[in-house]
């Protein structure tokens, strides 16, 4: 008999001491049951295969159960004592992760499962489990391992060291007042200059984003930008040689020929080689679009420069963004009218309930930490299958940016799934890239939730591979461009429904580019590739050389762009997923009717085969059974085309 799974239970009172209490208590009580239940399997493990791998789920239900609430009040949560609290059981998940990870009496009790009595998905799940412990080196002499739990101590510091850099060294320019010429003017207002008369720019992205779109001062443009490709040196120089000089040692530990080949092993890539494969492929398929859309960037240069010969990095953004406004004129102040937040919230929920055959009930009486969170319960063909918490607008002591994160992981007859969807979007009118970021993030969510109905928590949800795991969100964009979908909710004051017209053009202005984009994505990605395979003590020369090969934009002298590039720590030799699962996302978004994108057959069924799962079968599997057939780089290449 099995009782109906709940939901999680907050505390009602949002004043700080209660849910100082309850994070803690969270934290810590899970964190015991996983080491209770660790004790158990050690100490007596379970004469069949079958129960053994079930009291390892529910000591990973517990771990997950922790980091969740860890890494997610830790980054929310608006009592700061609370959030350095959920901290604290972050530091402690991890910990206790590690030690697992490298306990040879643990593993050798796995390792002695036999597989011949269980089913597939259980097989999968030892599998998988087996394999993480062999990649954190549990089953290596016992002095291969002390190095190697140095080498992991060694490399995050190595990587706090490398963020430091990068916050710590912000550089600015001093330019005179006239030279802010093209800037808006509540910018201008914001820096009035000092008392030698000059104005500061900074290499924070306030100022330097607007400062290389919008100022028409061509010199001032190539001081700024020059030194925002040189924050960080030189001192990341060394340490980015010592990153990588920790990641081979590493690699070739766990017995691997290179770092590539030991993180694109849990990949859909699988080989370090295929990645250098992927780089090339997508810079020969962007190449004509990137070769057009620059083209038009270089004329453009020449009204103003007329023996300009080639355009850089100083002058993209700058040209880019006037080639759009002149050549193709879209409004943004017009276009914000038609998204007032409450109506795109509504039509969001709309639209990928009709898409996926979900309902969403608001949840009134439910606690939350913040009186603006938005609370609904999931509901699937008459069954609740979980919840959802939107936290959408800025506040202090908030993250950043735009995040779906876990509550909780589904498991089922255990847990229901639980997530959120944090953003820091206007109260008022949207923008329409916020629109753009709030169906991407939603495609998370909804993956979390359909994918959260499993009998193994390492499955559940976003389990998929890592460079899968964008395709879901990438392809639930497009959603967010089509005039047919946009008329369902996005209206101005007046009632009027945004025009056709204007969604065809916003599309126009958003796709210029995407070819030198590609390329510019190709370089980074290869950059983070070739970095951890290829040993070189000149990185800057090295940098020059992939520029050449993959960029389509010279290299701006006197940069060294490596040292500020935080996805070499972050993605390691991985910088190619997210363009992977672009192309997966472009592939699975062709089967469906452009004529009529809420057609349930199609929906339901790429709702069953991609996104129910959770990480249960591949995800090359995955798309396979959605499209009938392997993936391709088709759809991608036309939509390059285009
Ligand atoms: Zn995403």
New binding site residues.
């Given amino acids: 008999m099995t009782t109906e799974p709940m939901s999680l239970t907050l505390p009602t009172d949002d004043s700080g001491p209660d849910w100082l209490e309850w994070v803690g208590r969270r934290g810590d009580d899970e964190l015991a049951r996983c080491r209770t239940l660790v004790d158990e399997l050690k100490a007596s493990p379970p004469t069949e295969a079958i129960d053994a791998l079930r009291l390892w789920n529910d000591a990973q239900i517990a771990v997950s159960n922790a980091a969740s609430v860890g890494s997610f009040f830790a980054e929310v949560h608006p009592d700061k004592t609370v959030r350095e609290r959920a901290e604290t059981v972050a530091q402690e998940v991890q910990k206790l992760d590690t030690d697992l990870g490298l306990d040879p009496e643990l593993y050798a009790v796995l390792a002695a499962l036999d597989p011949a009595t269980l089913d597939a998905a259980a097989n999968r799940l030892l599998e998988r489990t087996l394999r993480d412990f062999r990649r954190s080196g549990v089953d290596r002499d016992e002095a291969t391992r002390a190095r190697l739990r140095e080498l992991s101590e060694k490399g995050l510091l190595l990587s706090q060291d490398f963020s430091k850099n990068i916050r710590e060294n912000v550089r600015s320019v001093h330019v005179r007042p006239e030279q802010l010429d093209g800037m808006p003017q509540d910018w201008i207002e914001a820096h009035p200059a000092g008392d030698d008369g000059l104005v500061t720019v900074t290499t924070d992205y306030p100022d330097v984003v607007p400062f290389r779109t919008f100022a028409k001062d061509a010199a001032a443009r190539r001081e700024l930008v020059t030194q925002f490709l040189t924050i960080g040196w030189p001192a990341n120089d060394q340490v980015l040689q010592d990153i990588f000089a920790v990641r081979r040692e590493t690699a070739a530990l766990l017995g691997y020929a290179s770092w590539a080949d030991y993180d694109a092993e849990v990949k859909m890539i699988g080989k370090g080689t295929a990645i250098a494969e992927f780089i090339d492929r997508i810079t020969d398929l962007s190449a004509d679009s990137a070769a057009r859309d620059k083209a038009v960037l270089l004329e453009r240069l020449q009204q103003d420069r007329p023996d300009a010969t080639d355009i850089d990095g100083a002058d993209v953004a700058y040209y880019a963004e006037l080639v759009r406004k002149e050549q193709l004129a879209v409004d943004a102040q017009r276009v914000r009218t038609y998204f007032p937040f409450e109506s795109v919230r509504r039509g969001l929920l709309e639209v990928t309930g009709r898409l996926f055959g979900l309902d969403w009930t608001p949840v009134t009486d439910a606690p939350t930490w913040h009186p603006e969170v938005a609370t609904y319960d999931v509901g699937f063909q008459g069954r609740r299958i979980g919840r959802i918490h939107l936290d959408l607008h800025p506040r202090d002591g908030k993250y950043k940016h735009a995040a779906q994160f876990d509550l909780v992981r589904g498991v089922r007859g255990v847990q229901l799934p639980e997530g959120v969807l944090v953003c820091n979007f206007n109260r008022g009118l949207m923008e329409h890239d916020e629109v753009v970021t709030l169906f991407?993030?939603f495609g998370?969510l909804v993956h979390h939730v359909i994918g959260g109905d499993q009998e193994w928590v390492r499955f559940s949800g976003v389990a998929t591979e890592w460079d899968f795991v964008?395709a879901p969100?990438q392809m639930l964009e497009e959603w967010a461009w089509d005039a047919d979908v946009l008329a369902t909710f996005a209206r101005n004051a007046e009632g009027e429904v945004i025009p056709a017209e204007l969604v065809a053009a916003m599309r126009r202005a958003d796709d210029f580019g995407k070819g030198y984009d590609a390329r510019t994505q190709m370089f980074y990605a290869a950059l983070s590739y070739d970095f951890h395979v290829n040993e070189t003590d000149d990185l800057t020369a090295r940098l020059r050389e992939l520029m050449r090969r993959y960029s389509v934009f010279p290299y701006l002298e006197g940069t060294h762009m490596q040292c500020h590039f935080g996805h070499l720590d972050g993605y390691s030799s991985g910088y190619y997923t997210y363009m992977w699962s672009l192309v997966i996302a472009k592939d699975m978004f062709s089967a469906f009717d452009r004529a009529n994108l809420f057609d349930p057959e199609i929906a339901g069924a790429y709702r069953d085969k991609v996104l129910a799962p959770g990480g249960r079968r591949d995800a090359a599997d995955l798309v396979e059974d959605f499209l009938g057939r392997p993936y391709t780089f088709d759809a991608y290449a036309a939509w390059l085309a285009e």
Avoid: G
Wanted: glycine share 0%.
């Fill in positions: 991407h993030e998370h964008e969100s």
